[in-house]
């Protein structure tokens, strides 16, 4: 049960985080195609040891421009979106990580099954 819960709040904690981060606090610059490729493929050869050396807020930025990048240059959908998807399971993992190490897990789930509840009771 504790795993299920821990995937379907990831999973929540993700969507959540797409969702921010579609809406940056700094957008990026509209980026060339050359600029888009080169980036992804910078960026898609890093490790969690480089990506934990790199702030939230600029991992968000990245996350913005292959968001950018994905719909400008259909040719190359795959490779933004899959380090678009790295940079959302980074994301996800610090955010993961600050609610466990905070203690704040618990206090998530519960908060999360209440909005649950309500949704649940006012759909018609």
Known sequence: MRIFTAISTTTCLFVASAVAAQEPRTAPPKQTEAQCMADANAWSVLTIADWDKTPYLEIERRWSEM????????NHWKLFADVRDVLSSDMLRRETEFLTRNKLWDQFIQEDLAEVKKHQA???
Do not use: V
């Open 67 to 74: 968001f950018y990048c994905f719909g400008a240059y259909p």
């Open 122 to 124: 006012a759909k018609p």
